[in-house]
């Protein structure tokens, strides 16, 4: 149940990335029969995804990763944009691939307004529109939260990018299996998506971007992808890729509906367990994902428990994490440290069944109340609630 | 020592073979609401719930030989922080006195077959909850000049309150969140640190029963 962190390669993607390695295995770049086929398989992966997305064909560029388009997206628009502006907007529930970006453009002069979420981890167009300054260059603002699955309005965000005449970019990763991104649909102008979440290979990712908006590229070299990404192509796992997404986009309204209902099963039976807080938004909320704190409890310790009956899960907690922090996410929705660091995260996916669920929720009590038994620590609900509404 | 790290110990698991055990079998440790039944000679208490660890430890001592006839626990924290303060209880059990206070961390990650080294730190605390408690003892029983003098930690850097202000507290009289804020002030305007002086004044509460 940690299918946010990484999802299976399915067996249809493999399957059609499977010639690109040995047979299929030319240069897109070169002129001669293997290398136009490749070149072929780039372009049609391409067309599909362009399909998908309702924007043109040069408007995808392929990269390595998630955190690669993020990069080049914020990077790309500082760089071209920097005798225009120096000011950058994003909410304080990114992920670290975007917060650390604008950590770093921080440390080379440009301004970044953090924008605070709700206590859903919700960010608010009206926020958006009172941060936008004069030499705002860049608004980033993620589509779907990675830790706590809350869904964004990115629509309404990017019209009021739109009147300011702003760039918008989105990191979509978590949302292209479950969500619409279609880019009209939603005004953006860049929007980040990998494949190593919707069941595609991981190591390859793409950034959408908009006609006419202004990006210096990171990589220089060749030309490839438009100027914007040199380095031969990726041509297996583009190919995968584009098929994943193909799938994923096909299939998301049924299983969104399946997941969902799982989901709220879950949540419905964990928040039984005394002493429990839901983590996110109750609706506005990837169907997959079901973020639970356990007071008293370490969410390690928890998911070292959970392991030894073969349940996955990832935690906030700061003892699971290199840096010893627990997660910037569940502080930025406003809980105490105290419970942040007994949050636990199930991600549902394709091989989820009510069997799972059911087995879950029916170990996970015992589990919490073991380790309760054995922590000397007591916090009150009604501390938290009231540290929670500060 | 030889260091453990996710790659190594036991497959699918990521610490050594004998934290495992001792993290799904802990020994020793005292069961919630149990410890008015276990008469302790000395109780000591470590850590924040903040910080994300934090340990309690209850001992029983033999007086004549000057040795540690028993050891109970609570802990709150991760797998290695759990196994840490398990094996200590192991560890001082009929031990000296005077020994079990020169117990390093050290000592108890190589019993434990190593830790990875990011958890040496915030994991390992159970040594000074120990000498918490063995300064109880020595309290309770009036040897004053045995005390190991260890720094009081800020609670709430703020008002610059300690644990021991906090104490203090308590053994004056305060019982509610409210008596030790007019006695100190701590947690005003710093709401945060409210859920840990809670914790301190339940435990100071129950170390010093009225």
Redesign the interface.
């Known amino acids: 149940m940690d299918y946010a962190a990484a999802t299976y390669v399915r067996f249809e993607v493999k399957k059609t990335m499977g010639k690109y390695f040995s047979e299929e295995f030319g240069n897109p770049s070169s002129f001669n029969a293997i290398g136009l086929s490749a070149k072929n398989a780039v372009e049609s992966s391409r067309e599909k995804i362009a399909k998908i997305l309702g924007c043109s064909q040069k408007e995808v560029i392929f990269t390595g990763s998630g955190t690669e388009s993020i990069n080049l997206a914020i990077k790309g628009i500082a760089n071209a944009m920097k005798n225009k502006g120096k000011h950058i907007i994003t909410s304080k529930v990114e992920h670290h691939a975007a917060l650390n970006t604008c950590k770093f453009l921080e440390e080379n002069g440009f301004e970044v307004t953090y924008l605070d979420t709700d206590r859903y981890g919700l960010v608010h167009s009206k926020d958006v529109e009172k941060a936008i300054r004069k030499d705002t260059i860049l608004i980033t603002i993620m589509y779907a939260n990675n830790e706590i699955g809350t869904i964004n309005p990115i629509s309404e965000i990017g019209r009021i990018a739109r009147k300011h005449n702003i760039p918008f970019h989105t990191d979509a990763c978590q949302a292209a299996g479950f969500l619409d991104i279609n880019v009209n649909r939603l005004n953006v102008d860049l929007m980040t998506i990998n494949s190593g979440k919707i069941y595609g290979p991981k190591g390859i990712g793409l950034l959408y971007v908009k006609k006419g908006i202004l990006i210096e590229p990171l990589i220089h070299g060749g030309g490839q992808e438009f100027g914007l990404r040199s380095g031969t192509e990726n041509v297996p796992y583009i190919v995968g890729f584009a098929k994943a997404l193909e799938l994923a986009q096909k299939e998301k309204n049924k299983e969104s509906k399946r997941l969902k209902k799982l989901r709220d099963m879950l949540i419905k039976k964990l928040l039984k367990i005394p002493k429990t807080i839901l983590n996110g938004h109750p609706k506005k909320r990837l169907p997959n994902n079901v973020n639970i704190t356990f007071l ?3 969410g ?2 928890l998911l ?2 959970l ?2 009956y073969g349940i996955y899960a990832a935690t906030g ?4 994490s ?1 840096k ?1 922090e ?1 997660s910037h996410v569940i502080l930025a929705i406003g809980l ?3 419970a942040a ?1 007994g949050s636990i995260r199930f991600t549902l996916g394709k091989k989820t069944t009510r069997q799972d669920i059911d087995k879950v929720a029916g170990v996970l009590p015992k589990l919490v109340e073991n380790l ?9 609900m009604s ?2 609630r ?2 929670m509404r ?1 | 020592m030889k260091k453990y790290d996710i790659e190594s110990g036991v497959k699918g698991w990521f610490y050594s073979k004998i934290v495992r055990e001792h993290f799904l079998r802990p020994k020793n440790f005292l069961i919630k609401d149990k410890e008015k039944n276990y008469r302790a000679d000395g109780v000591g208490y470590v850590g924040s719930v903040a910080c994300g660890d934090v340990m309690q430890v209850w001992i029983k001592v033999d007086k004549i030989k000057d040795v540690i006839k028993d050891m109970r626990w609570r802990t709150y924290g991760c797998g290695s922080a759990i196994s840490s303060t398990s094996m200590l209880s192991v560890m001082v059990k009929g031990m000296k006195i005077d020994k079990a206070l020169k117990i390093t961390p050290q000592n108890i990650i190589k019993k434990l077959g190593g830790l990875p080294a990011r958890k040496y730190h915030c994991s390992v605390l159970g040594d000074k909850a120990l000498r918490d408690a063995i300064n109880d003892y020595f309290r309770k029983t009036k040897q004053f000049n045995r005390i190991v003098k260890e720094g009081a930690r800020i609670i709430d850097p703020k008002t610059k309150t300690t644990d021991k202000d906090i104490e203090e507290a308590v053994k004056d009289g305060a019982v509610t969140l409210q008596d030790v804020q007019k006695k100190l002030k701590v947690g005003i305007g710093n709401p945060r640190v409210i859920p840990e002086v809670e914790q301190l004044i339940r435990f100071y509460k129950k170390k010093y029963p009225r």
């Open positions: 008293d409890v370490e390690e310790a070292l428990l392991n030894e907690s700061a003892c699971a290199e010893l627990p105490p440290y105290e660091h309760r038994c054995i922590s000397p620590v007591d916090v009150k501390t938290i009231e540290l500060r």
